[in-house]
């Protein structure tokens, strides 16, 4: 059983030829929504990777509130401990130009509530296999947690995104530390993803750098690194890459496969995802990545 404790927001996408300046209006192209958030991404990740999972998090009063609930029940996450608070749910308000690039303004809205443990949190993380937690809420309620998690004997994986300094507690109670390589750069200051997986191995037992297209890179504490490439596909969208791996991973260690070898099946299910469009949407299910992780 995954408990996974963080974000979900809406993702507001607008496609322009050029983004506009200070000041300056444009035509846009296309306008979509897609549900997201890191949190509710690697949720919707492990459960599709076919783990049992349950989303702590909190959405507003807006339609957007109830339409990132059902996603996620149709996803097959628990959200009885999902909270529904007065306000705004959170947004990612995305411009996309024609070169691809993109602009991102991210509106915390009732993820911003997520400052504590209610009761029910903590006895649903007491009871879990494994706890996830990211960045994208409040450090508090991620710190509050991950005691709570290692206190009473839970592994506690935490994707250090957005990048920003650690709180030492938080570091002291996560058990693997999941960075990509910008993230692994800015904890340490090694540009070098050996060297800040070498370095965050002062912090944390075990440590994953992925390494986009390059694969991931696993350091544990009193072992030789494992570098695991990635399948080598054509990528069309590796937005939410890192959360599909995440996510992946997480069932499998869930079920008691051991790291490294569960960093095959993630990368497996991370190189499903990018070959097709979206975040959520483009994470693979539970057979495919059997089908493909055999081929
Ligand atoms: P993030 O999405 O957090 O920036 P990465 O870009 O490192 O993280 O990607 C996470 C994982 O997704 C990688 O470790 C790899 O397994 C997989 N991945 C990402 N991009 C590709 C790609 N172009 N081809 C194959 N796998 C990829």
Redo the contacts with the bound molecule.
Sequence with gaps: HIVVLGSTNMDLVAYVPEAPRRGETVTGREFRTFPGGKGANQAVAAARAGATVSMIGAVGTDAFGTQLRTALDHSGVDTDLLRTVEGATGTAHIVVDDDGGNAIVVVPGANATLTGLTHGDEALITSADLLLLQLEIPLDGVVAAARHAREHGVRTVLTP?PAQQLPPELLDATDLLIP???EAAALTGAADPHAAAHALLDRVPEVVV????E??LYAARGAEPVTVP????T?VD?T??????VGALAAALGEGRPLPSALGW??TA??LS?QRPGAAAAMPYRTEIDAAAEA
């Design positions: 995104a990509n390589e910008h992925t390494l986009g297209a694969g991931s990635a399948p080598r596909v990528a590796t939410g890459a890192g959360d599909t791996f993630a990368s991370a190189a990018v």
